[in-house]
């Protein structure tokens, strides 16, 4: 089983910029599929971004197109999210999570969990 570490979260204004990394360690990490989802205070875990082993094929929710962007390193075994022009609404604990389906994005195949990252945006 992959082991995933989440990293980059923080406080900061509605318009700025974070990015979160996940590093990952155990079994091969070019095997999975890797993903961000998160879950905000009163809401239930969804789905973010993913992102294919080859990092060929990326997958956004609606709401975080044009703003978010999910890339890979797998020679640093590390997988980022860069998210541009924050709102408040995107306030949420944020999880990196690995899929062993690694050549397609299945959002309901992610079942290695880091422990999370918060990210608040203030307004």
């Known amino acids: 089983q992959v082991q995933l570490v989440e990293s980059g979260g923080g406080l900061v204004q509605a318009g700025g910029s974070l990015r979160l990394s996940c590093a990952a360690s155990?079994?091969?990490?070019?095997?999975?599929?890797m993903g961000w989802f998160r879950r905000a205070p009163g809401k239930e875990r969804e789905f973010v971004a993913a992102?294919?082993?080859?990092?060929?094929?990326?997958q956004y929710t609606d709401s975080v197109k044009g703003r978010f962007t999910i890339s890979r390193d797998n020679a640093k075994n590390t997988v980022y999210l860069q998210m541009n022009s924050l709102k408040p609404e995107d306030t949420a604990v944020y999880y990196c999570?690995?899929?062993?389906?690694?050549?397609?994005?299945?959002?309901?195949?992610?079942?290695?969990w880091g422990q999370g990252t918060q990210v608040t945006v203030s307004s």
């Open positions: 999570a690995a899929s062993q389906i690694a050549r397609i994005i299945v959002p309901e195949s992610f079942n290695a």
């Open positions: 155990g079994r091969t990490f070019s095997s999975y599929a």
């Open positions: 992102i294919t082993w080859s990092g060929g094929v990326t």
